[in-house]
T-cell receptor, first 115, second 111 residues
């Protein structure tokens, strides 16, 4: 298995809803990432988990809450979002081993629309 | 500060060669990546350079000069499916430093 999977592919939610995005990889990677990408912009890093511990939080609002239940899974819990949070949310993973060639492999993304 | 510059858009003809440049200023350096991203899809990894020189992978090659803070991605025998955004990304100096993405270059291929 050499891919990162994300569910759902599309999500439409209201500002009062609570939803979760899910990401899974079975490549034995020990680092996992959440990015947010707006149209025609590069990905913006949100969170990094390394060995199941949160290592980077890029000052993301608390309405986004990441969770890493185990080394293969990464969730992003959403609550009380704003319309400007509508974007493509990308999950990525990397080996996080001893090699410096720590390439990130991206999932297909979840297209989120907040009404 | 951290800064990565690449052209916003480029146009090339099917069958031709195109070079996409990237310059960077970062606090330390631990590798440069090129990703391809088609509209509405996730980025896919193309190449990685950490030492000076040229890395060739089929129709795509990537070059790095650390002293100049400069890289380029060379695409040969262009195909219509190469129409995409190409993202240059740099990992900073510490082992756990995050990867910073450039704004991407939108490449349009004309028949």
């Amino acid at each position: 298995d050499t891919e990162v999977t994300q569910t759902p592919k599309h999500l439409v939610m209201g500002m009062t809803n609570k939803k979760s995005l899910k990401c899974e990889q079975h490549m034995g990677h020990r680092a996992m990432y959440w990015y947010k990408q707006k149209a025609k912009k590069p990905p913006e890093l949100m969170f990094v988990y390394s060995y199941e511990k949160l290592s980077i939080n890029e000052s993301v609002p608390s309405r986004f809450s990441p969770e890493c239940p185990n080394s293969s899974l990464l969730n992003l819990h959403l609550h009380a979002l704003q319309p400007e949070d509508s974007a493509l949310y990308l999950c990525a993973s990397s080996p996080a081993g001893e090699s410096a060639t720590d390439t990130q492999y991206f999932g297909p993304g979840t297209r989120l629309t907040v009404l | 500060g951290q800064n990565i510059d690449q052209p916003t858009e480029m146009t090339a003809t099917e069958g031709a060669i195109v070079q996409i440049n990237c310059t960077y200023q970062t606090s330390g350096f631990n590798g440069l990546f090129w990703y391809q991203q088609h509209a509405g899809e996730a980025p896919t990894f193309l190449s990685y350079n950490v030492l000076d020189g040229l890395e060739e992978k089929g129709r795509f090659s990537s070059f790095l000069s650390r002293s100049k803070g400069y890289s380029y991605l060379l695409l040969k025998e262009l195909q219509m499916k190469d129409s995409a955004s190409y993202l240059c990304a740099v990992r900073g100096g510490n082992r756990d430093d995050k990867i910073i993405f450039g704004k991407g270059t939108r490449l349009h291929i004309l028949p």
